[in-house]
Every structure is written in structure tokens, then in C-alpha cells.
């Protein structure tokens, strides 16, 4: 993938997510991997794969504990709400992704719970970590586009907007 290719997708998965916790009345903010201090382990990762014409990867959401409960309804497993909260973060990424001219096919989440999962922040593939009151959330969205394919300019498509419905 082309750097501009992934400095707009890593711009694109960061702001959604920033999005999403607030949705769920969470404030997280933008925090530098080597500022970060993540003092309890990641409580648990969603993991979503997806495919398209032009690329095929995966999104991954880490939280530590306290973000992981404070956005949970209270019907929810953690395991539940971790394959949940991704699979929305990549629903409002493939809406964003079609007005770049890019249909994305998400597969089914799952989660990964692990007693010292931590991600490698050091690496390239980390967008974003973001902190909140009482913990962390890190994302990432590792994806392979096709030789030579570059993401558009975005133009507005004719979805409904997330949390919106359509009535028949």
C-alpha cells in the first residue's frame, strides 16, 4: 500500500473510533505510543476481517478494562461487546470507504483474550492509541490493497448515517 494510502486509512479508522466511544458517552484522546503508559494489560481484542475488490485485511480494537465496561450495556459479555464495538468501528469505516469508491466485505468479529495482550506500539501497523479516564484503547486496521490501486477522494454516497434507519 502507498503511504498516502495509509495515512488516509489510518486517519480514517482513528476518527471514526474517536467517534464511536463518544457515541457511547466516552471521552478518549489521541495519545503518542511512546508517551502512553498502559498500566494494566488489554482486557480483550475484536478482530474483524475483511475483503474487497481492491484490498483484504483486518481491524483491531484493543481495550483495557475500564473503557471495555464503561461503553458495555449491562446485557453484554465482554467478549460480546469487544466483537460489537468492532464490527461497528469497521461498519462506519466501510461507509467511508464506498464514498472513496471501495465496497468492503466484512467477515464475522471475534475476540481475543489473552492475560498480557499487548500490541507492539513501536510498530508501524498502530493508527491509533487513545486514552480515557481509568484506561486505554488501541486501534489498528492492517490491510493490502492491489498493486497500483489508490484511494480516492472522498464524495458524500447516498448512505444513512450511522445510527440512522430507514422506514419501509
Known amino acids: ?26 471521552d478518549i484522546r489521541a495519545e503518542a505510543p511512546a508517551k ?8 480483550l481484542c ?6 474487497s475488490k481492491h484490498l483484504r485485511g483486518a481491524l483491531v480494537l484493543a481495550t483495557t ?11 453484554a459479555s465482554h467478549r460480546d461487546w469487544i466483537c460489537e464495538l468492532s464490527n461497528q468501528l469497521l461498519g462506519r469505516v466501510k461507509n467511508q470507504m464506498l ?27 498502530v493508527a491509533e492509541l487513545f486514552t480515557a479516564d481509568g484506561g486505554v484503547v488501541c486501534v489498528w486496521m492492517d490491510c493490502e490493497f492491489e498493486p497500483g490501486f489508490e484511494l480516492t477522494e472522498f464524495v458524500q454516497p447516498n448512505t444513512i448515517p450511522e445510527g440512522g434507519s430507514i422506514l419501509f
Not at 46 to 51: A, E, Q
Open 65 to 75: 478494562r475500564e473503557p471495555l465496561e464503561r461503553t458495555n450495556p449491562a446485557t
Open 46 to 51: 475484536g478482530i474483524i476481517g475483511f475483503t
Open 99 to 125: 464514498g472513496r469508491g471501495v465496497e468492503v466485505f466484512p467477515s464475522t468479529p471475534i475476540a481475543l483474550r489473552g492475560e498480557h495482550l499487548s500490541p507492539v506500539l513501536q510498530q508501524r501497523l
Open 36 to 43: 502512553a503508559r498502559v498500566a494494566e494489560p488489554f482486557l
Open 1 to 26: 500500500m502507498t503511504s498516502d494510502n495509509q495515512q488516509q486509512l489510518d486517519q480514517l479508522v482513528a476518527e471514526n473510533c474517536l467517534r464511536l466511544f463518544a457515541d457511547y458517552q466516552l
